[in-house]
């Protein structure tokens, strides 16, 4: 074994970088075995110097990052500040000084990955990012190499764990949203300010980092249809249950049935009871993938949190130590195919439209002739009188797949029916 220890600079010492520091020096050994060589924590880059920070010898904080990048000595830089800058500036800096990265920031390879792995590969280093998508679940290196030799068509996945835990409440307590969101918080599962989960920015960068990888194209956050989960009822879990579904936040990347295009989406569906994501429960992430040959493929488990999003940073740490050994490196960005990422419109799928009608005769008719005008075929129709009376009822239509342009477009046109008091939900139907 070489007795010359790799040097890794740490920037961000919270909730996952403590965690990092923590394992790099009480897995030491193990670390060094595995490699073929010591790691040694060279550096620590902190905002805030006087925090006590257990574990993490004094002399080794600095608010300095740039300097510590920089300067000379440092093989790997690991990355958990989390944003864009300044961590893409530090980013490109450790590549121009010889240092391969190791990051966690799904912001940042959502928004400018094609550059950070252009500049990767023009100083001849590692960009890796495990922990940026799902926390500790295997899914980057699985899609990036394992999958390597196959065609991925679909992946779909539940990659943020506070809106699964808010939904989970939702579906087994019967809470509506701000009650279940309360709970998330209390327990420490939704931020104070939870708008990056819950209106599904979160998940949506995920998706352009799943969706690049697993077609080979570049995907970014803005090519991502994002819709949160805030607007999702008891209501609707009521009619989900009635279909044999719940509802998730899901991520989706398809490629087109021509497979000339992509499609990348996040917003909330009702997915059937029997589909495996469905018993994905509290805050765990899952992400079922469809190849040709592999066939379906689920990946299950913690997606947040310090330990489990620091095995993730790990896992990389050793491979890019390995590579840097070897003087080698890892997959580079593959976005070959070029294929075009389509707009929501064109994306295939089945709506269930909850709405308020008058009771009287001939509004089913006309309902059904708006969905015929717009091309949309009905699977099922159920009618429920109030028993309030009051001359209305509730129609609930479940389509067959149909071009969401031309499924958004029937409810629009349904919206100006003088019979049509109230469109109450509107929810994609996935997954079957
Ligand atoms: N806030 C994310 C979640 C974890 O709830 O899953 C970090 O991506």
């Not at 409440?169 to 990056?196: I, N, Q, R, V």
């Not at 994002?226 to 719940?246: I, L, N, Q």
Request: aromatic fraction near 4%.
């Amino acid at each position: 074994m070489r007795t010359r220890p790799l040097k890794v600079a740490l920037l961000g010492c919270g909730v996952v970088g403590s965690e990092v520091a923590r394992i790099m020096t009480t897995h030491a050994d193990d670390l060094a075995a595995r490699i073929g060589a010591p790691v040694e924590l060279a550096g620590v880059a902190v905002r805030r110097p006087d925090k006590v920070r257990e574990g993490i010898p004094a002399e080794l904080i600095t608010t300095d990052a740039t300097a510590l990048v920089k300067r000379g000595d440092i093989d790997v830089v690991v990355e958990v500040i989390g944003g864009v800058e300044p961590a893409r500036t530090l980013i490109t800096t450790a590549f121009e000084h010889g240092v391969s990265v190791v990051s966690a920031n799904k912001a940042l390879l959502a928004q400018d990955g094609a550059n950070l792995y252009a500049s990767a590969d023009q100083h001849g280093q590692d960009l890796y990012y495990e922990a940026a998508v799902a926390g500790a679940i295997p899914l980057i290196r699985p899609l990036r190499e394992s999958l390597a030799g196959d065609k991925i068509n679909r992946v779909m996945g539940i990659v943020n764990g506070t809106t699964n835990f808010i939904l989970d409440k939702m579906d087994t307590s019967g809470a509506g949203y701000s009650e279940a969101l309360d709970e998330a918080t209390a327990l420490g599962y939704a931020e104070a300010d939870p708008t990056a989960d819950v209106e599904g920015f979160d998940a949506a960068a995920k998706a352009a980092i799943l969706a690049g990888i697993a077609f080979h194209t570049r995907v970014r956050l803005d090519d991502v249809y994002r819709e949160g989960m805030t607007e999702v009822t008891a209501a609707d879990f009521a009619s989900a249950k009635r279909m044999g579904c719940t509802i998730k936040l899901l991520a989706i990347c398809e490629r087109s049935a021509d497979g000339e295009s992509v499609t990348a989406r996040v917003h909330p569906a009702m997915i059937p009871l029997s589909h495996p994501l469905a018993s994905v429960r509290e805050a765990y992430n899952a992400v079922f993938v469809e190849a040709e040959a592999a066939g379906r493929l689920m990946f299950y488990g913690p997606g947040a949190g310090g330990a489990p999003t620091a095995s993730a940073v790990l896992g990389d740490l050793v491979a890019v130590c390995r590579n840097k050994l070897n003087e080698a490196t890892g997959p580079g960005e593959s976005a070959y195919t070029q294929l075009p990422v389509s707009p929501m419109g064109e994306v295939v799928t089945r709506y269930h439209i909850s709405l308020d009608v008058a009771d009287k005769p001939g509004v089913l008719a006309q309902v059904a002739t708006v969905f015929a005008e717009h091309g949309v075929s009905i699977d099922t129709v159920r009618q429920q009188g109030r028993p309030d009376g009051g001359g209305e009822a509730s129609l609930v239509v479940v389509t067959h797949r149909a071009p969401d342009a031309a499924l958004s477009g029937t409810v629009e046109a349904l919206r100006k029916l003088d019979t049509v008091r109230g469109v109450a939900s509107i929810m994609r139907v996935e997954g079957e």
